[in-house]
């Protein structure tokens, strides 16, 4: 579908200047309706938006500068009064593009930085609709391990400095069968003896068919905002949320040692000093044990967690929100499960299965982004 410009893209070979009389056209639209921190977005410190333009595939795409390190809710809205919030990026301290893969649909849109009052709005609603999810900020870590990590497998490294530029939306819990069965209409786990349990036996195909008919269902009933999709998380999603800002062995309680008193594995098998605990060998109910520091259940032990990617060694260097290989013949797995050791659940551990591979110790988490 071709788009067509809106009132202030009349030609795609728009000059400068009237590509920045638009962008000031839209921003006195939010001065005028109460919204002081635009106005301070628009200081010499702040952010300006310097561009819009048509992109080659027939999205909208625009850029500003940003500073570094700091995070920029951007709005977007077809009509200046319905606005969702499109994406969430990290300044780098050098011009950023967004690109609008939705706009396509829409005869036109408008883009903002998003004043924090409003960025509230949207979270809230989210947090009061879905109350088994938290919000993960954009930000950058390590993913992998140092090679001075005990029980650490090669294929941990090298370490790649992630930037993870959207903030998105991931479980509480692992997705239980209770969930599973209200989404698929069927119970397809093992221990199904509770369902409030998770669900498990899942294949990575079983997973994403679960997210999509998720999105399906929530965008019947109004409750996701255009673009909005549920989805596995990344690897790098994986990761960072599992770390919680922590850059030790495990997410949770000193980081350096791990029993089975925090988390669901193999009791018989500690790491880092711990007492030997109990081995339930099969999954725990969500909550059972104490979260990370973002809110996280089970991202250690429990059941495995299939992520979006496919299997592949990591880059090394500095990447920004990296997807895994195009292709492969094996999606990642992570965190470890109710049989592992504790050195198997450690947050940098991998392991990977054909698509179609089901087993009693693997399940998933959701997250709800913005952007595939
Ligand atoms: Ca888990």
Redesign the pocket.
């Known amino acids: 579908m071709k788009l067509k410009p809106s009132p202030c893209l009349t030609s795609p070979k728009l000059t400068w200047r009237a590509v920045v009389a638009c962008a000031l056209e839209c921003a006195l639209f939010f001065l005028e309706s109460a919204s002081p921190a635009l106005a301070a977005s628009g200081s010499g410190e702040g952010v300006r938006l310097v561009g819009e333009q048509m992109s080659t595939g027939g999205s909208y795409q625009f850029s500003f500068t940003a500073n570094a390190g700091q995070a920029y809710p951007i709005g977007v809205s077809a009509d200046l009064v319905q606005w969702s919030l499109l994406t969430n990026v990290v300044g780098r301290g050098a011009p950023l593009s967004v690109v609008d893969l939705e706009a396509p649909k829409f005869q036109r849109r408008f883009y903002q930085i998003v004043p924090a009052a409003l960025t509230n709005m949207l979270t809230n609603t989210f947090a009061s609709t879905y109350t088994n999810m938290v919000f993960v900020r954009p930000g950058t870590f390590t993913m992998g391990s140092p090679q001075s990590e005990q029980g650490r497998n090669s294929t941990e490294g090298p370490t790649t400095v992630v930037t993870l530029s959207r903030g998105f939306w991931i479980g509480k819990y ?1 997705v239980t069968q209770e969930e599973y069965v209200a989404v698929i209409g069927t119970n397809d786990s093992f221990f199904t003896s509770i369902l409030m349990l ?1 669900a498990d036996t899942t294949s990575w195909t079983m997973a994403a068919n679960y997210c999509s008919k998720l999105t399906d269902r929530e965008r019947a009933a109004g409750r996701l905002p255009v673009g909005y999709t549920f989805r596995l998380p990344t690897e790098a999603e994986w990761e960072y949320a599992c770390r919680a800002g922590t850059t030790n062995p495990f997410g949770i309680g000193d980081g350096t040692s791990l029993g089975s008193s925090q988390a ?1 594995f193999d009791g018989n098998f500690p790491y880092g000093g711990a007492a030997k605990g109990p081995y339930f060998q099969m999954p725990t109910l969500p909550g059972h044990y104490m979260p990370n520091a973002w809110g996280l259940y ?8 299939w992520c979006q990617d496919w299997y592949g060694p990591y880059p090394g260097g500095e990447v920004t929100d990296p997807k895994g290989p195009a292709t492969g013949s094996e999606r990642v797995l ?4 109710y049989t592992s050791l504790a050195k198997g659940c450690r947050s940098a551990v991998r392991d990977s299965r054909e698509p179609e591979y089901r087993n009693t110790i693997n ?1 998933f ?1 959701v997250v709800l982004a913005s952007l595939p």
């Open positions: 692992e998770p669901n089970d991202m250690h032990g429990n059941v495995w967690e992570r965190g470890g499960g399940g988490r």
